[in-house]
């Protein structure tokens, strides 16, 4: 059966095409994927993100139990309110979930993980808890609405009660703070994202959630996509679970070389396989590649090495950019030479770094 988001109505009287999504009934598109797209780059866009996960985790232990569980450190987190990027692995060091992490109280930590691994996700979590004494409370109290974009930030605050307004605005990137918001609303407001812009993902509780994002709408926040999301996500060098890595692909072949902390003395889950395939010399690697000739670049592509074949994962047309770009796994020797293979016909790509758009605008190279 598929589940609906307490925002479900709302997107329908909006007239948005909805389709299944991790088996939940979500927008794809209000209307244009591609005004959506921009008006994210270039102003204000909200999305409803109410069908991932919010996990909170109470216990004495918390902090050694996620020091076990997570390849980043949490040890990174000293200030109450900081948020940690971080992949959760198997032994063998194939990313479960990737997933953010929050800071909340000595003894309180929250997790925010993925919609379609939820219930791996909790399995696998209460599995590595007991051992801690660590309690797993899930969170379906709460909605959740990104509000992403240039101006997100600015007519996110003007909703807030005056109280609040200068505290949230001096938040940083990866933090988080409580704050109260139209009519009283508890809102837990986090300075992150999954578009590449500035703003916050805002957790309201599910019986006022549909209040908020009226008072977003009427400040001039436009309702966007899960279309739209997948395309400013691919622009900005952020990788899709289940796409661009799943639990037989490690964080070093998948791009995040970055969330992996070999702090000393932490045995993390999955510490051993990835000491071994660094030593041994990692096989694939993630890349980046632009299209400049004409067509799509696409899921499931042969791209054609002098080492042998890689794929395509993410791939897509890049509003922001007028061209194509994707991520693609790759022999870790392949040379820059690359073409793929797009229905026959062998098209040369660039290799280029990712993130292909910062900040609303092309980078260097693109």
Not at 72 to 98: F, H, P
Not at 127 to 134: E, L, P, R, S, Y
Not at 207 to 217: I, S, Y
Request: a negative charge.
């Amino acid at each position: 059966m598929t589940e609906k988001t307490v925002l479900n109505a709302t997107h329908r009287e909006l007239g948005a095409r909805m389709v299944d999504f991790g088996g939940w009934d979500m927008p794809i598109s209000y209307g244009s994927q591609l005004e959506e797209h921009h008006v994210v780059r270039r102003d204000a866009g909200m999305f409803d993100v109410s069908h991932m996960t919010v996990v909170d985790l109470h216990g004495a232990k918390v902090r050694d139990f996620l020091r076990h569980l997570l390849a980043n450190s949490v040890d990174k987190l000293k200030v109450q309110g900081k948020a940690l990027y971080t992949c959760m692995l198997n032994e063998q060091g194939g990313v479960i979930d990737d997933l953010i992490v929050y800071f909340l109280g000595d003894e309180f930590f929250r997790l925010v993980v993925n919609a379609a691994t939820r219930a791996k996700d909790l399995a696998w979590i209460e599995q590595q808890a007991q051992a801690f004494g660590v309690a797993v409370q899930e969170r379906p109290d709460f909605a959740m609405v990104a509000v992403q974009g240039p101006n997100a930030r600015a007519k996110v605050i003007g909703l807030l009660h005056e109280v609040d307004r200068a505290r949230i605005e001096k938040l940083r990137r990866f933090a988080a703070a409580a704050a109260q918001g139209p009519h009283g609303v508890p809102l837990f407001i986090a300075r992150t994202g999954y578009t590449g812009e500035d703003g916050f993902e805002i957790l309201v509780p599910q019986d006022q959630a549909v209040t908020l994002w009226k008072e977003l709408a009427a400040v001039g926040v436009a309702p966007c996509g899960l279309g739209a999301r997948d395309t400013l996500r691919l622009e900005a060098g952020m990788n899709l679970y289940g796409q661009d890595m799943d639990e037989n692909v490690t964080p070093w072949e998948a791009g995040l070389a970055w969330t992996i902390a070999l702090d000393e003395g932490r045995d993390f889950i999955g510490r051993k396989a990835l000491e071994q395939q660094k030593a041994a010399g990692v096989p694939r690697v993630l890349i980046g590649l632009v299209l400049d000739d004409k067509g799509v670049l696409r899921h499931g592509q042969k791209v054609l090495t002098d080492r042998g074949e890689g794929e395509i994962l993410s791939g897509g047309f890049a509003p922001t950019l007028n061209k194509s770009v994707a991520f693609a796994r790759v022999p870790a020797d392949a040379t820059v030479e690359l073409r793929v293979d797009i229905r026959g016909r062998e098209v040369p790509v660039r290799q280029v770094k990712f993130p292909f758009v910062r900040d609303g605008k092309p980078c260097e190279g693109i």
